[in-house]
C-alpha cells in the first residue's frame, strides 16, 4: 500500500504523546486559558460596574465591597455559562478562524439571557431589571476591548521575537506569481516565510519531497490554472502531513460566487481541513471506543462464548475467520469476525466472480452457497461483527467510522476515494443504518464524508443506537 508523510496528522496514538503534539497541545492550552482569562476579567468588570451604574441611578452611596461580593456571588454561574457559550461560537478557535465581535456580542446577549432565565427560575429578587442590559452591554465592551488588547499584544510579541508561519507556496507558475506578490508586503513579511514555491504542472510530485524535507506550518495551493484532477492531488498530498492546507481561489471564481474566506489574511484564502481526528476529538472518540467496546464485550460474554460453541460444533474450521482489510494510514490489518463461511470460502470466490451483486469494488452475492446455517443467522443479525471489537480496543479500528474494504477491494477504489483511509474504518457506521450491502461504491464514498464532517460524539451514539434496528429489520443484510 502507498506509504504516508512522516509526521503524519493521522496519528493511531494520542496527539499529546507525540513530541509534536505536545508543543500543540502546550499552545493550544496556552491560547485557550489566555482567551478564558481575559473573557472572565471582561466579564467582572462588566456585572460591577453594572451594578454600580445601578446604585448611582438610583441614588444610593455604592457600597464597593458589598456589590463586588454580590459580582462574586454570581460569577462562578456566569464564568461556566460563559466559557460553555464561547467555546460553542468557536471563540477560543485559532486566531485566524476566530469569528469577530459581532459573535461576541451575540454570545454575551445568549449567557444574559440564560442567567435571566436561571434568576427567575431560582426565584432571585431583582432590585431592578435594567441590570440585566445593561450588564450585557458592558461585559461585551469589556471583553472586546479586552480581546482587542490581547490580540494587539501577542501580535506585537510574536512581531518582536521573529515568529512567522512557514509556508509552501504550490500550483501553476501563472497562479502563483501574484501570490508571492502579494504575500511580498510588509505585513506579509511579519507573518509569513516563505520555505519554497513547488510550481509545476502537476505539483503533487514534487510536494510530499518538500514538507517532508521542511518543517512547514501551511501550504497555500495557488488555484489559477490547476484543472480539478491536479488540485485534487495537490490537497490529497499536502494533508498526508501534519500541515495547514490552504487554496487561494482564481479571481473568477471568486466573482462568480460566493465563498468563505478566512478573514486576517493578505489574501482570500480558503481552509480545507483534513477528513481526521486528532487532539482532543480524537482523545473523546477513542475514549468512548474503548469504553463501549469493553462494556459490550462484558455484557454479552456469555452469548460471545455460546456463538464461539456454535461456529465451531456445526462446521469444521476455526471459530474467527481473519480478513485483510485496508485501515488507517492504508495499512493492512486483520479484521476479526465470527466465521460465517465454510473453511475453503477464499478458494471459491474466483469461481463466483459473475455471480458479485455488487459494483466496483465490491463483492457481494445475496444467497452466496458458501455461508453456513449457522453464519446465515450470524449475518442476519450482523453478531458475526462482535469479534471486530476486539480491532477496537487493538486501535486497528473504532465503533463509527467507514466501512473497511478487503485488500483486493481497496485497490480498485480511485485515488480520490482511498482519502477514506484518513480516520480509522468503523464497526458500524451511516452505510450499515443506510442500506449495507445495497449500497454502491460511490453512496459509500459520499457517506463516509459525510460523517467525518459532521463527526460529534453525539452522532456517534446516534449511529450505534440506528445501529440496532437497522439490523433487526435485516436491509441489505447478506
Known amino acids: 500500500m502507498p506509504g504516508v508523510g512522516v509526521g503524519d496528522i493521522r496519528q493511531r496514538v494520542p496527539v499529546v504523546l507525540v513530541p509534536a503534539g505536545l508543543v500543540a497541545a502546550a499552545t493550544l492550552a496556552t491560547r485557550v486559558l489566555t482567551l478564558i482569562a481575559v473573557d472572565l476579567l471582561g466579564l467582572a468588570a462588566g456585572v460591577y460596574c453594572a451594578l454600580v451604574l445601578r446604585e448611582l441611578w438610583t441614588g444610593a452611596s455604592p457600597s464597593w465591597n458589598g456589590l463586588w461580593q454580590t459580582t462574586v456571588d454570581w460569577l462562578g454561574f456566569l464564568a461556566l455559562v460563559t466559557v460553555l457559550v464561547f467555546a460553542q461560537a468557536r471563540l477560543y478557535a485559532p486566531r485566524d478562524q476566530r469569528p469577530g465581535f459581532p459573535r461576541i456580542a451575540s454570545s454575551v446577549v445568549l449567557v444574559g439571557l440564560l442567567a435571566l432565565a436561571f434568576a427567575l427560575?431560582?426565584?432571585?429578587?431583582?432590585?431592578?431589571?435594567?441590570?440585566?442590559?445593561?450588564?450585557?452591554?458592558?461585559?461585551?465592551?469589556?471583553?472586546?476591548?479586552?480581546?482587542?488588547?490581547?490580540?494587539?499584544?501577542?501580535?506585537?510579541?510574536?512581531?518582536?521575537?521573529?515568529?512567522?508561519?512557514?509556508?509552501?507556496?504550490?500550483?501553476?507558475?501563472?497562479?502563483?506569481?501574484?501570490?508571492?506578490?502579494?504575500?511580498?508586503?510588509?505585513?506579509?513579511?511579519?507573518?509569513?516565510?516563505?520555505?519554497?514555491?513547488?510550481?509545476?504542472?502537476?505539483?503533487?510530485?514534487?510536494?510530499?519531497?518538500?514538507?517532508?524535507?521542511?518543517?512547514?506550518?501551511?501550504?497555500?495551493?495557488?488555484?489559477?490554472?490547476?484543472?480539478?484532477?491536479?488540485?485534487?492531488?495537490?490537497?490529497?498530498?499536502?494533508?498526508?502531513?501534519?500541515?495547514?492546507?490552504?487554496?487561494?481561489?482564481?479571481?473568477?471564481?471568486?466573482?462568480?460566487?460566493?465563498?468563505?474566506?478566512?478573514?486576517?489574511?493578505?489574501?482570500?484564502?480558503?481552509?480545507?481541513?483534513a477528513p481526521v481526528f486528532a487532539g482532543f476529538d480524537w482523545v473523546v472518540k477513542r475514549t468512548f471506543d474503548l469504553g463501549t467496546s469493553l462494556l459490550i464485550l462484558l455484557l454479552g460474554l456469555p452469548l460471545w462464548l455460546a456463538i464461539a460453541a456454535a461456529v465451531k460444533l456445526t462446521s469444521p474450521g476455526p471459530v474467527l475467520y481473519r480478513d485483510r482489510r485496508v485501515g488507517l494510514h492504508e495499512r493492512e490489518f486483520e479484521m476479526l469476525k465470527f466465521r460465517t463461511m465454510a473453511d475453503d470460502a477464499p478458494r471459491r470466490r474466483a469461481g463466483l466472480l459473475s455471480a458479485n451483486e455488487a459494483g466496483g469494488a465490491l463483492f457481494k452475492i445475496r444467497d452466496d452457497p458458501r455461508i453456513t446455517n449457522v453464519g446465515r443467522v450470524l449475518r442476519r443479525l450482523s453478531l458475526d461483527e462482535i469479534p471486530q471489537l476486539l480491532n477496537v480496543l487493538r486501535g486497528e479500528m473504532s465503533l463509527v467510522g467507514p466501512r473497511p474494504l478487503p485488500v483486493s477491494d481497496y485497490a480498485k477504489l480511485a485515488p480520490s476515494e482511498r482519502r477514506r483511509s484518513l480516520v480509522l474504518p468503523g464497526v458500524t457506521g451511516l452505510w450499515q443504518i443506510s442500506g449495507r450491502a445495497d449500497l454502491g461504491v460511490e453512496e459509500l464514498i459520499a457517506l463516509d464524508f459525510y460523517y467525518v464532517e459532521r463527526w460529534s460524539i453525539w452522532f456517534d451514539a446516534l449511529i450505534l443506537l440506528k445501529t440496532i434496528p437497522a439490523v433487526i429489520r435485516g436491509r441489505g443484510a447478506y
Open 121 to 273: 427560575g431560582t426565584d432571585f429578587e431583582f432590585h431592578t431589571y435594567g441590570i440585566v442590559p445593561t450588564s450585557i452591554v458592558l461585559t461585551t465592551i469589556f471583553i472586546g476591548l479586552l480581546r482587542l488588547a490581547h490580540g494587539t499584544a501577542l501580535a506585537a510579541l510574536e512581531h518582536h521575537l521573529g515568529i512567522r508561519r512557514r509556508i509552501v507556496l504550490t500550483g501553476m507558475p501563472s497562479g502563483i506569481e501574484p501570490l508571492l506578490r502579494a504575500l511580498s508586503g510588509a505585513a506579509a513579511r511579519d507573518r509569513y516565510r516563505i520555505v519554497a514555491t513547488v510550481p509545476a504542472v502537476r505539483p503533487e510530485g514534487h510536494l510530499p519531497d518538500v514538507l517532508g524535507a521542511n518543517s512547514v506550518d501551511e501550504v497555500i495551493v495557488a488555484e489559477a490554472g490547476l484543472d480539478e484532477e491536479a488540485l485534487r492531488g495537490v490537497v490529497d498530498a499536502a494533508l498526508r502531513y501534519p500541515v495547514k492546507v490552504r487554496i487561494a481561489p482564481a479571481t473568477t471564481k471568486l466573482l462568480a460566487q460566493r465563498a468563505q474566506i478566512l478573514p486576517g489574511h493578505v489574501t482570500p484564502l480558503i481552509e480545507v481541513r
